[in-house]
């Protein structure tokens, strides 16, 4: 699973007006979260399906074959969620027996013929309708709703969205679908008999074994999966997509996509096969299915899910060469599926407790293939970026990373285990080095394959692997909260000609760690490798032969850790020209951020900074740049006029065209209006803007001119008014995500918040479906993330039911269009139940 993570900035703004502190325990102790006891072990789950698009309902036939775990039984029970259950019989080679069941509270307890022994096979019949509409359960920050079987567009009444049909399995819906045992520990093979419209195509877990025309322009495809697998990994899709085919040497490799977007297919999920190899070689362990095929499906409730050979994709994987050109913003997410087919697919977490094997490697594995395919410095931008969101967010501060006493299994699905894990398996690589590293993850793999592993496992592996007791190690990281704290001080001895490193931690319980230092002696740094032991100071000595130019501590910016510290612009500039590692370049360039314009050595670090090999340090140093400064223009203008023009990076390029745009001078009109016809959707939305504020009268021309499917929040932001000010229809849908935290805006930035009031109020008063369900879905996603604070609660409902009563004076204004305005009102009503 690849959780939705809503706007670092939105958020900001969101938390820091409004979320007040919450109580970190709830005065009663938290209950423990056992692993699941196995009282049964599915063996074969099998099914035949078809669906009511009227009733959004799907009629099922189910085949459970089954047998006690250990202990002898008379009693199979099955989680069913929202069903109705019209017939349960004992099946004997096609012979059915009625048998004696009760279903209530969504459990399915059945009755079997007799007392099974362990490894007694029985297989038990069920015919049901299964009715998502009906579940109760609700979603949460990762997943945002929870019914399991989604029927998208199903009447087709909704104009320019396709119907398809998908489901979500994780956490535990897929028994909002067919009755199972809908826990991870279980495991079990499938085949799935889907009887779909002619018109669409079907994909499943395993292989189309077969596929048969029916009466009445239907079609039953048969897939088979013959290896076993959790049941929150089951699968099915239906639409009219095309097909893209590929492979991995003998291996299928598919995708599904909406006809529309056929073209662009292989700039979108091109790299899969390479990424199968890199990390079947990487892991030692060849890619382990039959198949692997990637769809796509529309309203999707997360990010992404790694159902077992059928990864589904939310829609915003959908892109076109404007964006593509920039950044195939959805790389990260296909390797991070991808990789669960090893680790959580093949090995799955035993428990939600331990979702820290499945999600933290998932999450590393978009480290590890950034750094083979991108170079090493992507890969650290990739982690910093990752572990900065945990570092930046408090309340996760108390959680661990194995975690027993949530409060809602959803609740795992957070920062700790995705980014903060992936930090922590960053760490212990870099702890016991490669070659270790990647023989224990082998080891994980091949010891407990098709099975289910936890995270003492997972230690045992690199115990075993590597000969060191990794006890110290997990205790504190998987098994422990927080993270180091961490200030540093030195002094020079002239005499003994050594300078002392005092480390101080200031956490609550010290952490025991390996650290890197770097003594810049003479301008130049030598680096000394220390062990920081669980006390709060710890000093080092090390040879100097006058007081140092500078001490960097964590300058490989490994270790997971808030770290103090305070460097002139000199020293900043000094590690910058003689640091080789992604972290100190860009902490160096961060840190000067008040100092240009103050510190001549600050743009001297900006001049330097535009040259680097990396270009997202180019790009950060264009954002903290200004070039109406006079002193700044002569020694920066010329090269980002350059990078404007002419640097491989379209990002840079557009980042570069802003920094010009401050300027406002018509100079670079030329620049801009070659930008405004560009490919890249950066390019050309940087240099409408530039257009548009250097030249105001020519904002009507442009604005509807640039792609901001997918734009970048700083272009949204610097597009948003001028959408709002000269209401651009065309872009509407587009600034639905600022337009939707405008209470929010008004505390961070009052200028960017106002007009996104009025592009709120915009909305609301036009019949613009498309726009106010983008409006309602990121509110829906980020109440997960919230939290249960009644003030932000209360504010944002008030903001629905205000963008309510504006929709019905709409609808009596334009009775016309009812059945538009109506679905608007749907939407709108549907957030404010789920705001109570």
């Known amino acids: 699973m690849k959780k939705i993570i809503l706007s670092v900035a939105v958020l900001g703004a969101l938390f820091s007006a409004h979320v007040s502190a919450q109580t970190e325990t709830s005065g009663r102790e938290k209950v423990y979260r056992a692993t699941p006891a196995k009282v049964t072990e599915l063996k074969h789950t099998k099914l035949k399906v078809n669906f009511d698009y009227q009733k959004e309902q799907m009629n099922g036939e189910e085949w459970v074959t089954a047998s006690p775990y250990f202990y002898p039984t008379n009693e199979l029970i099955l989680d069913a969620k929202g069903m109705l259950i019209h017939e349960v019989a004992l099946d004997n080679n096609g012979k059915k027996s009625p048998l004696k069941y009760d279903y209530k509270n969504e459990v399915l307890k059945i009755s079997l013929d007799k007392v099974y022994q362990k490894n007694q096979d029985y297989t038990v019949y069920i015919k049901y309708t299964a009715r998502p509409n009906e579940v109760k359960q609700e979603g949460s920050a990762a997943i945002s709703d929870a019914k399991g079987l989604y029927f998208i567009n199903a009447q087709g009444k909704e104009a320019g969205k396709p119907t398809q049909i998908w489901t979500q399995g994780e956490t535990e819906s897929s028994s909002a679908w067919f009755p199972t045992i809908d826990k991870s520990v279980q495991k079990t093979t499938q085949e799935i008999f889907m009887t779909v419209p002619d018109k669409y195509v079907t994909l499943s877990n395993g292989i189309l074994k077969d596929s048969q025309k029916e009466s009445n322009g239907l079609r039953t495809d048969h897939w088979v ?358 972290k100190s370049r860009y902490s160096a360039l961060a840190a000067i951020k008040d100092q240009v314009g103050k510190n001549p050595t600050a743009i001297k670090l900006l001049v330097a900074a535009l040259k680097d090999p990396y270009f997202r340090v180019r790009m950060k140093a264009l954002d903290l740049m200004d070039l109406s400064n006079a002193e700044q223009m002569k020694a920066l203008g010329n090269e980002v006029e350059k990078l404007a023009s002419n640097d491989p990076k379209t990002l840079v390029q557009a ?134 604070n009644p003030q932000v609660k209360m504010m944002i409902s008030q903001m629905l039911k205000e963008g309510l009563n504006k929709k019905m004076e709409l609808l009596k204004q334009n009775p016309q269009k009812a059945s538009s305005i109506n679905s608007q009102i749907d939407s709108l009503n549907k957030a404010i139940e789920d705001y109570k």
């Not at 529309?260 to 362990?285: D, H, V, W």
């Open 225 to 582: 999966m013959d290896k076993r697998h959790s049941t929150y990994l089951f699968f099915m899709g239906v639409g009219e997509y095309a097909i893209v085919k590929d492979k991995w040497k003998n291996i299928p490799v598919d995708y599904y996509i909406e006809k529309e977007y056929e073209p662009y297919a292989k700039q979108i999920y091109g790299n899969t096969p390479e990424m199968i190899e890199f990390f079947s070689k990487k892991l030692g362990y060849d890619y382990p299915w039959a198949k692997y095929a990637q769809i796509s499906g529309r309203d999707y409730v997360s990010g992404a899910m790694e159902n077992t050979t059928a990864t589904l994709h939310g829609s915003d994987i959908l892109q076109k060469p404007g964006q593509l050109i920039d950044e195939n913003k959805w790389e990260d997410t296909i390797a991070h599926e991808l990789f669960h087919h090893w680790f959580g697919d093949l090995v799955t977490a035993e428990s939600w407790s331990n979702l820290t094997v499945n999600e933290s490697f998932a999450n590393y594995s978009e480290y590890l293939w950034n750094e083979y395919k991108y170079g090493k410095d992507q890969a650290d931008y990739h982690q910093m970026s990752d572990v900065n969101m945990y570092i930046h967010n408090p309340s996760d501060f108390k959680k661990d990373l194995v975690r027993f006493n949530y409060d809602s299994r959803e609740d795992v699905f957070d920062l700790v285990t995705y980014q903060k894990g992936g930090g922590i398996l960053h760490m212990l690589r870099n702890y016991l080095g490669d070659d270790a590293f990647f023989a224990g993850m082998n080891d994980y793999l091949k010891t407990n394959e098709y099975k289910n592993a936890e995270a003492h496992q997972l230690r045992l592996s690199f115990e075993k692997v590597s000969g060191k007791d990794l006890n110290w190690f997990f205790n504190q990281w998987y098994f422990g909260s927080g993270h180091p704290k961490v200030n540093y001080s030195y002094t020079f001895e002239p005499v003994k000609k050594q300078v002392t490193v005092t480390v101080n931690q200031s956490q609550e319980v010290p952490f025991e760690f390996p650290l890197a230092i770097d003594v810049y002696d003479n301008g130049k740094p030598k680096r000394y490798q220390v062990w920081v032991n669980a006390a709060a100071k710890n000093t080092f000595d090390f040879e100097a032969s006058k007081n140092p130019d500078l001490i960097n501590i964590n300058p490989d910016g490994v270790l997971l850790a808030e770290i103090t510290d305070t460097k002139t612009p000199e020293q900043n500039f000094m590690q910058f020209t003689n640091s080789k590692e992604l």
């Open 655 to 788: 980042a570069a065209i802003a920094a010009l745009a401050k300027t406002k001078d018509k100079k670079y009109m030329p620049i801009f209006e070659k930008g405004a016809n560009a490919v890249s959707n950066s390019v050309k939305g940087n240099s409408i803007g530039a257009i548009i504020s250097t030249d105001p009268s020519k904002a009507g021309a442009f604005a509807d001119k640039v792609d901001l499917d997918g734009a970048s929040e700083e272009l949204l932001s610097q597009m948003l008014p001028i959408i709002v000010k000269n209401k651009v229809e065309s872009q509407m849908s587009n600034i639905a995500q600022m337009v939707a935290f405008y209470p929010f805006l008004k505390f961070q930035n009052p200028e960017l918040g106002k007009s996104a009031e009025e592009g709120f109020n915009w909305i609301m008063t036009s019949d613009n479906l498309k726009a106010t369900e983008a409006i309602t879905k990121v509110l829906g996603q980020a109440k997960g993330q919230i939290g249960a």
